[in-house]
């Protein structure tokens, strides 16, 4: 599967953005899909993951009750929505994808297999 990411751009604290990633291939409503961000100077972290089927979803704590993810897979996308952003929400943010992951690997970034180009994100305060 190829992702494209979009949807990143300049948001002020408390504003709100939504990111998007179109996937390609007929088999995406099989795979798990997670989004990560990758501040300067700093490693790529876990923000969202969510299931095949959108039932179980997992949050990265920093942004939990603030994002949302979501999954359309009559439209091969999933979303991110952020809302209340905060300038240490600023980075390149990145959508990916793993046919075999269980939940307890959604926040493992070296467990999916496929990965988008990063989309940024910057947020002033």
């Known amino acids: 599967v190829q992702l494209q990411a979009s949807g990143g751009g300049l948001a002020q604290a408390g504003g709100s953005l939504r990111l998007s990633c179109a996937a390609s291939g007929r088999t995406f409503r099989s795979y798990v899909l997670g989004w990560f961000r990758q501040a300067p100077g700093k490693e790529r972290e876990f923000v969202a993951a969510?299931?095949?089927?959108?039932?179980?979803?997992a949050y990265a704590d920093s942004v939990k009750g603030r994002f949302t993810i979501s999954r359309d897979n009559a439209k091969n996308t999933v979303y991110l929505q952020m809302n209340s952003l905060k300038p240490e929400d600023t980075a390149a943010y990145y959508c990916?994808?793993?046919?075999?992951?269980?939940?307890?690997?959604?926040?493992?970034?070296?467990?999916?297999?496929?990965w988008g180009q990063g989309t940024q994100v910057t947020v002033s305060s």
């Open positions: 969510i299931s095949w089927n959108g039932v179980s979803t």
């Open positions: 990916a994808a793993d046919r075999t992951l269980i939940q307890s690997a959604y926040r493992n970034a070296r467990y999916y297999a496929h």
